[in-house]
Nanobody, 115 residues
């Protein structure tokens, strides 16, 4: 069983930054890919960023240039660095891991951007 635990969410002012963490119960390198998704209030969940086992990254157009997905050297944590936050970035952020045909989700962490 794979467990993913997100942390780092909170309340931040517009223009501010946050770094989200996703701690996995097994090494990140064992997964095919890791993704961050978010679900704004009243809206569907949307994809934000991805990181493959080989280190390839990609980001949604809405966050490109502001958000960066990365992993730590130990290979147990994936991060989402979020800069220049706006109210439109307010959402519950989820970490997702893909291992073969299996997909695992974390419980989510709330990000609220407000003055």
């Amino acid at each position: 069983q794979v467990q993913l635990v997100e942390s780092g969410g909170g309340l931040v002012q517009p223009g501010g930054s946050l770094r989200l963490s996703c701690a996995a119960s097994r090494r990140i390198f064992s997964f095919n890919r890791m993704d961050w998704y978010r679900q704004p209030p009243g809206k569907e969940r949307e994809w934000v960023a991805m990181l493959t086992a080989g280190g390839i990254t990609n980001h949604a157009d809405s966050v490109k240039g502001r958000f960066t997905i990365s992993r730590d050297s130990s290979g147990s944590t994936v991060y989402l660095q979020m800069n220049s936050l706006t109210a439109e970035d307010s959402a519950v952020y989820y970490c997702r891991a893909t291992l073969g045909a299996n997909i695992y989700w974390g419980q989510g962490t709330q990000v609220t951007v407000s003055s």
